[in-house]
């Protein structure tokens, strides 16, 4: 995602509950656009740092992604907790 002009991203898994964040594919964002939102528990969190700001989260914090925007493109780089699933 997008926020305050810089590419963001953050694995799609809440820390309260390992499950996916969006209430509809690819929206994360609260009303206001201020806090990533999990759908299920409502736990919210800065979108520049991915920490946890409310809810059952605690003192967690989302799992950054490695990315780099060059030429108008975003790159994801796989990391040792990060990397695509095999075929």
Not at 5 to 17: D, F, T
Not at 23 to 41: N, Y
């Amino acid at each position: 995602m997008r926020f305050d002009g810089k590419v963001v991203a953050y694995l799609n898994r809440c820390v309260h509950v390992p499950t996916e964040m969006d209430w509809q594919p690819g929206e994360f964002l609260d009303s206001a656009r201020e806090f990533i939102l999990c759908s299920i528990h409502g736990a919210a969190y800065d979108p520049g740092s991915g920490r946890c700001v409310a809810g059952p989260c605690g003192r967690g914090k989302l799992t950054m992604l490695h990315v780099e925007e060059r030429d108008g493109e975003v790159y994801w780089y796989p990391s040792r907790d990060t990397r695509p699933v095999s075929p």
